[in-house]
């Protein structure tokens, strides 16, 4: 549910862009946006699969970070991916997400009035919020303590390599994508 509720807040800063006038930086949003979340989605659903070995197909609780933690030493390779996907979508610097929604910031900042000002701000503090959620899912899921069904963390491990591999490919294309925006010097 993380995931899917995040969609709106992307949605919001590629309207943000749109509405701002800069399409060519709204579609560039669509474009990064497309890496890091196919990869968390994918990632999640590695997260599940795993989950789901021992626990049963269709059990809430593969799904419930709250009786998630500790899958970092479990699913090592998943947790790396997810965590770029994580840092992207959080536009933590020089992952794509950084260089596309700072571009739509910089587009409102610069528009040099108070509606400019107020845009920039809601903004802002949209994608402060985001960094903490992503944060939270992250943590949440693969660090502290498991605090679910020891049976469970017991049986679960990495996914097969037909899961993992997209994982990274995603992985190399949310940190690099947003290079693409960067103007040669």
């Given at each position: 549910k993380?995931?899917?509720?995040?969609?709106?807040?992307?949605?919001?800063?590629?309207?943000m862009?749109?509405?701002?006038?800069?399409?060519?930086?709204?579609?560039?949003?669509?474009?990064?946006?497309a890496?890091?979340?196919?990869?968390?989605?994918?990632?999640?659903?590695?997260?599940?699969?795993?989950?789901?070995?021992?626990?049963?197909?269709?059990?809430?609780?593969?799904?419930?970070?709250?009786?998630?933690?500790?899958?970092?030493?479990?699913?090592?390779?998943?947790?790396?991916?997810?965590?770029?996907?994580?840092?992207?979508?959080?536009?933590?610097?020089?992952?794509?997400?950084?260089f596309?929604?700072?571009?739509?910031?910089?587009?409102?900042?610069?528009?040099?009035?108070?509606?400019?000002?107020?845009?920039?701000?809601?903004g802002?503090?949209?994608?402060?919020?985001?960094?903490?959620?992503?944060?939270?899912?992250?943590?949440?899921?693969?660090?502290?303590?498991?605090?679910?069904n020891?049976?469970?963390?017991?049986?679960?491990?990495?996914?097969?390599?037909?899961?993992?591999?997209?994982?990274?490919?995603?992985?190399?294309?949310?940190?690099?994508?947003?290079?693409?925006?960067?103007?040669?010097?």
């Open positions: 993380v995931l899917a509720y995040s969609t709106v807040s992307q949605l919001g800063f590629m309207f862009a749109a509405g701002l006038g800069a399409f060519h930086i709204a579609v560039f949003h669509v474009f990064t946006h890496f890091f979340k196919a990869l968390l989605f994918l990632g999640s659903g590695s997260v599940i699969h795993s989950l789901e070995h021992s626990l049963g197909h269709g059990n809430p609780d593969s799904q419930d970070l709250w009786k998630m933690g500790g899958l970092k030493e479990k699913m090592p390779i998943t947790c790396g991916t997810m965590t770029i996907g994580a840092l992207a979508l959080a536009g933590f610097p020089l992952f794509a997400g950084f596309s929604k700072d571009a739509i910031l910089y587009t409102a900042f610069h528009r040099g009035d108070a509606l400019g000002w107020l845009i920039y701000a809601l802002v503090g949209a994608a402060v919020c985001t960094a903490f959620y992503s944060a939270r899912l992250i943590g949440l899921t693969f660090f502290g303590k498991w605090r679910g020891e049976h469970a963390y017991a049986h679960a491990d990495e996914s097969p390599r037909s899961m993992t591999l997209p994982l990274i490919i995603l992985a190399i294309f949310a940190f690099f994508s947003g290079w693409l925006m960067v103007p040669a010097a």
